[in-house]
């Protein structure tokens, strides 16, 4: 009978055990990039992976094949979180700036509540393998695209100055945004919602500005040494 | 004769020999930084150095006991910039938020005009030994001290937003300034001073506050989020 039906015998079993096989995937990865995260890339082996997990490193194999496996999981990690964020920030009834806003704020929380994760995909980016890591620059295309455009139309919308270059202005927020992993400490001063707060009101104050008052080149003027 | 006054008969020789020596110190160290720059420090190794600048290991030797030694070098050059650029900026007769944009400029264009060198400050300064990091750590400290001493000043004379927290403007200013080397690339379309200028801007803009229109959280509540 259970030859007969092998969707019906099977099926709970299978789910049962690729829940399971979920679980320790997950096991493996999270502990792969603690790992990665505290010694390096390069000093970090299959082989002290399977000994933090607490399997042999055949049993490791049955999850993932190599390194670069292992790499590339981690990095689709931290990127799917990223891509959640879009999806969200895209649909927000607000305003350019307001989503600028609610996009980077999130943006740095990811960074700062994955900080192993977010610290692999900015510095070890590099060793994952030419196909995979073009695939992943892809996405961060995107997402860059998407936050030039709502410069673009922060501009127009009169909300955001027109002296900015949009592109200059989306490297200035990611370059904020991503060098968290260099400085920033779970057990420092500020909780990570401090930090995303402060980052993302210098940097929407950076971009604000009043047509009222607005007159080409005031940015440039603010403060600028006195010519001679 | 030449016995007895051994530093008026010597002294010519050695300032020429020291002259050429000056300047075969100078070329080991841009030519190493130039090689550690495009292949990374660790795959870069003494051999490489001295084939690239035309010498024997043996004469390298003269120069450098270790790569420790070079990076230190590197370094050190690139960090000398940065303290004369201090030197500059303290001085001028300017406003608290002057001097900052007058540093800050500055500060891009050493990173844009001694690329290798820069990059190699901000991505191999782990591998130096422990004892020189912490000597140019403490150096880094020193002006991102007078940075967040310009902020407050800037915050009492009423041209800087007081709702800014010093430390972290210190940290966005900095986060912006030092990813240039991740991005920046001399054949770009945007010059060395228009990178300067855009980034100064932006910064520029995101410090100042007019006391006149200012009120706690303004910078928080500019585009924010409702909330539900």
Redesign the interface.
């Known amino acids: 009978v259970q030859n007969d039906s092998p969707e019906l015998s099977l099926a709970p079993g299978r789910r049962r055990r690729r829940s399971v096989n979920d679980e320790r995937r997950k096991t493996v990865i999270d502990t792969a990039a603690d790992l990665i995260y505290r010694r390096g890339y390069?000093a970090t082996s299959i082989n002290d992976i399977s000994n933090a997990v607490g399997i042999v490193k055949g049993s490791l194999y049955y999850y993932i094949r190599s390194k670069d496996d292992l790499l590339y999981e981690i990095v689709l990690d931290a990127h799917s979180y990223t891509h959640q964020n879009l999806a969200i920030c895209e649909k927000?009834p607000?305003?350019p700036?307001?989503k600028?806003?609610?996009y980077i704020n999130r943006h740095i929380r990811i960074n700062t509540d994955n900080l192993a994760k977010s610290t692999i995909v900015y510095r070890d980016l590099m060793y994952l393998n030419e196909e995979r890591r073009a695939e992943i620059v892809a996405g961060r295309d995107k997402v860059e695209t998407w936050v030039r455009d709502q410069i673009r139309a922060g501009q127009d919308a009169g909300?955001m100055?027109p002296?900015?270059?949009p592109k200059?202005?989306t490297?200035?927020m990611f370059?904020?945004a991503?060098?968290i992993y260099?400085?920033y400490h779970l057990d420092g001063k500020?909780t990570p919602a401090e930090?995303a707060?402060?980052?993302t009101?210098?940097?929407?104050?950076?971009l604000?500005c009043d047509p009222a008052t607005h007159t080409p080149g005031h940015?440039?003027r603010?403060?600028?040494?006195?010519t001679i």
């Open positions: 390069d927000l607000t305003t700036l307001g600028i806003r609610a909300e100055c002296d900015i270059d200059m202005a490297i200035a370059s904020m991503n060098a260099q400085w500020l930090v707060q402060s980052h009101d210098f940097l929407v104050a950076g604000a940015r440039s603010l403060a600028a040494e006195p």
